[in-house]
Each structure stands twice: as structure tokens, then as C-alpha cells.
């Protein structure tokens, strides 16, 4: 089942994304994944007309998959554009069609709110970048944009 996530849900949250980032990590690191993870969670609760969180749970309620989308108005391009951060099914629970359900929620919501575009990074060396899950969804990768982020030094 795929519905909008609460508050209450974001230990559960958390868990899956440090599974996920977490691997050969440190167990301070996975300390202070825990902890920016569940931060940021809350400021997406906290102002839910620019975030939207989505949870696949399965039958015995527990969370197994999230989406993470914020809506980014983009003026020099017609429309709002929602952008995914996050999509990530815990490890035992990949491969059931829980990613394309957690898709089609974000779809819907963004045609509810009349958003012209759907993007996304995908890390090339991800596995679901090599089955191309996000190809198949109906993504085009845009190989006449390059990518650049710059680290910036929180002091």
C-alpha cells in the first residue's frame, strides 16, 4: 500500500535510508546519517506545500519503500517541477513493484498540482541505474546537461 507519510513514520524511514547509505559505514556515521536523515525529514513535515514524503508499507503495516519529492518552481521554465531526492525499497523487499507504485503516487500528485516535469539524479554505478528502472518509467536521461554540485563547508 502506498499513502503520504506521517511524522510518526520517520524512525522507519530513517532505518531504510541508513540500510541503504549506510553500507561499509562506520557505526558514528551511520550515527550521523541517523541523525541529518531524520532533520531533514522534519523539515519536509514541516512545510508540506513544498514536500511531499510517500511510504509503500506492506501488509503488516511496516514501512518497506519511500519517495521523498519537492515542488521547485522553475521561472525561467513554464511550471513547477518536482523534484525526487529519494527513492529507496528496503533491501529485502526490492523487487515487488513497490519503486513504480511509489512513482505512479508521485506522478499523480504532480499532475494534481500541474507540475510540467518529474526529474531526478541517479547515480550511474546504481544498480537501478544499470536496469535502467527509471528508463523504463519513462525518464530520459538529459546527456546535454552536466551535473555539477559544489560541497559547501557548514561551520
Not at 521547485?72 to 507504485?101: C, M, N, T, W
Request: proline share 2%; charged share 30%.
Amino acid at each position: 500500500m502506498i499513502e503520504k507519510a506521517k511524522a510518526d513514520d520517520i524512525t522507519e524511514i530513517v532505518k531504510i535510508i541508513v540500510e541503504y547509505r549506510g553500507e561499509g559505514k562506520s557505526s558514528e556515521e551511520r550515527r550521523e546519517m541517523s541523525a541529518a536523515a531524520t532533520q531533514q525529514l522534519h523539515a519536509c513535515f514541516a512545510d508540506l506545500d513544498n514536500h511531499s514524503v510517500y511510504v509503500a508499507r506492506d501488509a503488516s503495516d511496516e514501512v518497506q519503500g519511500y519517495l521523498a519529492i519537492h515542488w521547485i518552481p522553475f521561472p525561467a521554465l513554464p511550471g513547477i517541477e518536482g523534484y525526487i531526492s529519494d527513492l529507496i525499497v528496503a533491501s529485502k523487499a526490492r523487487g515487488q513493484g513497490l519503486g513504480h507504485e511509489l512513482i505512479l503516487a508521485a506522478e499523480e500528485e504532480a499532475n494534481s498540482k500541474g507540475a510540467k516535469r518529474l526529474m531526478l539524479n541517479n547515480r550511474k554505478g546504481a544498480e537501478s541505474y544499470d536496469r535502467q528502472f527509471y528508463a523504463k518509467k519513462g525518464f530520459t536521461e538529459r546527456i546535454e546537461f552536466a551535473n555539477f554540485v559544489k560541497s559547501l563547508d557548514s561551520k
